[in-house]
């Protein structure tokens, strides 16, 4: 019964918490409140009109019905349908939280912007199949009357997973999954393989899976601004500022197996304003988690995670950030315009950047090698000792590469199963996670945009049951375990 009860969730929907952020006052109720303080003052104040007494346009607005804690491209995913699914233009009141208005540090702009069905799990696979449809008739969802249209500069040339005699049974498992989801992969032979991309090297390489349609890489920094640029013009709120406490209140109650836990509701979330002591209270009836490789502070800012070991109410979220490296080569001889994004077994992966014959790429590290997240800092040695031999090993050309940059970025790294959490905490009834997706967040955020919102709103999942991937799961020991992590 327990069971049960955790994967249907606490929470209801917006509808069952109900949309005023005030107790006992509606979000409508509230506003004419304030509409009547504002004439009763204008009343007393020479000159008539509502001059505040100091310019407050950086500060949040006192109440909010949902606060989005991270405004990459899945806070703002939430944030559009949040506002495209609502029923009543208008009836949503939606605030974006984001602390780097700059965005120098997110996760979103320092990937490489791939996108690919190829997941060993139905709910990746579905996940990925809905936005790279989104992604390709991106103006049909995010465009703006008397702005241009969006250009993300989709390039379709697929995926090119290699296995190992060791992986290749794995991946015919995948495969035979991803073509069941409808996506279009073929597997190859090293004979085949040598045949349709001559400059690889298929030593060790017992099978291949490529993507046929609707696989490759986007500019995500194009899709971050046209996200950013719609949801504003739908009336969705930003603040750059941070999050630095949540106020709730608490209630008893017993489970349906006798099992005594502590709900919890947020009503306020504490906004510390950018360059400023001062923090905004911001009252609101939802909280969503898409911080990224932060979402796990923002969870113990919440309680969660904070009671007796073992139990649901000691279960933290377990997203941490991971520092990876992306590194950007020049090699004349290397892959022509036909070459995909290629992921070897070793871990290493690359793909073209442009038409000049550039590349970009990097290989995971082993969990002795992990670097200090604490800095975006670029290990060069890391390339020179670790990637450039495996890509050399792979793609004979690279032997002459030359490395003209380099950068890190933020994975936020879900330690349990390297998968996403999606929907409400148990406990905490009105946060909602869209998180830990360790690498594959960017690609998947119109869909779990989309998930996130429906339950929101309905209480339930209504397009792709992405039930495995509640918080529910970590208590449980339930692992949604995706192998196929880049």
């Known amino acids: 019964m327990l069971r049960r009860a955790l994967w249907l969730g606490w929470g209801r929907g917006l509808l069952g918490l109900g949309l005023g952020t005030r107790r006992g006052v509606s979000t ?5 409140k304030v509409s009547e303080i504002k004439k009763k003052i204008q009343s007393v104040i020479p000159g008539g009109a509502w001059n505040p007494l100091y310019d407050t346009s950086h500060l949040p607005p006192e109440h909010s019905d949902v606060v989005i804690v991270g405004g990459g491209v899945l806070g703002l995913s939430v944030a559009y349908w949040l506002k495209r699914l609502e ?104 004979e085949q393989l ?80 950018d360059h400023s002591q001062e923090y905004q209270p911001v009252e609101c009836a939802i909280v969503v988690n898409t911080a990224g490789a932060w979402s796990g502070q923002i969870a113990e800012l919440a309680g969660i995670g904070k009671g007796p070991p073992g139990t649901l109410q000691g279960t933290k979220l377990p997203v941490e950030p991971r520092k ?18 290629l992921a070897d077994p070793s871990g290493a992966y690359f793909r073209r950047d442009g038409l000049g014959n550039n590349y970009l790429g990097g290989c995971s590290p082993t969990a002795e090698e992990e670097p200090d997240p604490r800095n975006l800092e670029v290990d060069h040695d890391f390339f020179q000792d670790k990637v450039w031999p495996l890509l050399a090993q792979r793609v004979p050309a690279f032997e002459t590469l030359k490395v003209k940059s380099a950068w890190a970025g933020y994975y936020d790294y879900n330690t349990f199963d390297q998968n996403g959490v999606v929907g409400p905490h148990p406990l905490v009834v009105n946060m909602y996670f869209a998180t830990g997706f360790s690498g594959h967040g960017l690609q998947q955020a119109p869909a779990v945009g989309r998930a996130v919102a429906e339950m929101v709103l309905e209480g339930r999942f209504q397009t792709i049951d992405l039930s495995p991937f509640l918080f529910s799961r970590f208590y449980l020991g339930e692992k949604a375990q995706e192998h196929c992590i880049i």
């Open 324 to 341: 990876r490296y992306v590194y950007l080569w020049h090699c004349p001889q290397g892959p022509g315009l036909e070459a995909p994004l």
């Open 194 to 273: 040598r045949n349709k991309f001559p400059w690889i090297n298929t030593e060790g390489v017992a099978l291949a899976s490529y993507g046929l349609e609707n696989e490759g890489w986007f500019d995500p920094w194009s899709l971050l601004q046209g996200l950013r640029r719609k949801v504003q013009s739908m009336g969705v709120l930003f603040c750059q500022g941070e999050v630095t406490r949540f106020v709730s209140s608490s209630d008893r109650t017993e489970t349906p197996s006798g099992e005594e836990v502590i709900l919890k509701k947020i009503h306020e979330v504490h906004v510390k304003v």
């Open 28 to 32: 409508l109720e509230w506003d004419g």
């Open 87 to 190: 029923k009543q233009r208008g009836a949503i009141k939606v605030l974006v939280v984001e602390r780097d208005h700059t965005y120098s540090q997110a996760s979103t702009v320092l990937s490489v912007g791939g996108i690919r069905q190829q997941f060993s799990l139905p709910e990746n696979i579905q996940l990925s199949l809905f936005s790279v449809e989104f992604l390709r008739n991106i103006n049909e969802y995010l465009a703006v009357v008397d702005d241009p249209p969006l250009d993300l500069r989709f390039n379709p040339s697929g995926y090119l997973f290699l296995a190992s005699e060791k992986g290749a049974a794995t991946m015919e498992n995948n495969v035979k999954v991803q073509r069941q989801e409808g996506a279009k992969v073929c597997l190859m032979s090293p």
